[in-house]
């Protein structure tokens, strides 16, 4: 009989554990932020705020559209080509593409939205909204170094897989949170 | 006597909120809307960690089961941890 090596595995690597610890804060501070904005609007008279611009939903939404897709083109090629570490390698390319343009796009948005004099200081919106969606922005932004960086070590077959799940959870949440945040902040 | 009193405080303010000032959405909720806004965010804030917590250990638990499965059909070993991998040794 022949035998074949059997391959070993964890319940739950450190590199995945630790990316989980970290994502679950993430999601508390995110939800800090969510909970005083509703607070806050829900308090405010006029909104938005008199001599405010209303925020580009529409324009945001395509954004959206990029940055979902980006994270299903990660999830379809890890589950796909699992082994063939081209075309994973191929579509972590394009999951990175992707999720650069929306942080391209969200930051010519932040430009226009700054030339029409919504600032920082501007009113409780202007404050709400360069403080949570400029978290994002800043996650978003370290994740695609990461994904970056995991591209690069691909292509020389030095990534462990452990250490590429635990990008890949990071991203996911980069993605997952932004429906939220777009449907509380552009929507409500 | 001191306990009973602490006791008696604590009761008293649970049972009339906005008399104590002790509640949030009574105090600072000028209207409906904030009200409701902060009762919305207190169900959020209190859900959240539960939900995340709980869908992380049937994850954990799904994901034993899975291996737990394969580890008796031999096509994986799980690695033990190395206090009890030490113990095991002769």
């Not at chain 1, 319940?11 to 999601?27: D, K, N, R, Y």
């Not at chain 2, 306990?3 to 009574?26: G, I, Q």
């Not at chain 2, 904030?34 to 209190?46: D, T, Y």
Request: glycine share 6%; aromatic share 12%.
């Amino acid at each position: 009989m022949i035998e074949f090596p059997r391959r070993s595995a964890e319940l739950l690597p450190s590199p995945v554990l630790g990316m989980l610890i970290f994502v679950f804060t993430e999601v508390m501070l995110f939800s800090g932020f969510i909970s005083a904005f509703t607070i806050m609007r829900g308090s405010a008279v006029l909104w938005p705020p008199p001599g405010q611009p209303l925020l580009p939903a529409a324009e945001t939404a395509f954004n959206t559209a990029l940055l979902l897709a980006s994270g299903v083109v990660l999830w379809v090629s890890r589950r796909r080509w699992a082994t063939q570490l081209g075309k994973l390698r191929r579509g972590l390319l394009v999951a990175i593409l992707l999720g650069g343009a929306f942080v391209v796009l969200q930051g010519r948005e932040w430009v226009q939205l700054l030339a029409r004099g919504l600032t920082l200081r501007s009113s409780a919106l202007g404050s709400f909204f360069y403080l949570i969606v400029g978290a994002h922005a800043l996650h978003a932004v370290v994740a695609l170094g990461i994904l970056i960086y995991a591209w690069v070590r691909l292509g020389r077959n030095l990534v462990p897989k452990n250490t590429l799940v635990a990008a890949e959870i990071f991203w996911y949440f980069v993605v997952g949170i932004w429906p939220i945040l777009y449907w509380r902040v552009y929507l409500s | 006597m001191k306990l009973l009193l602490a006791l008696a405080a604590v009761l008293a303010a649970a049972s009339l909120p906005a008399t104590a000032d002790a509640c949030d959405s009574c105090l600072a909720a000028t209207n409906s809307a904030v009200q409701w806004a902060f009762m919305n965010a207190s169900i959020f804030l209190s859900v959240t960690p539960v939900a995340i917590v709980g869908a992380f250990v049937w994850w954990l638990r799904r994901r034993a089961q899975r291996l737990a499965a394969e580890e008796a059909q031999g096509v994986i070993h799980l690695q033990s941890p190395p206090a009890r991998a030490a113990s095991r040794r002769p």
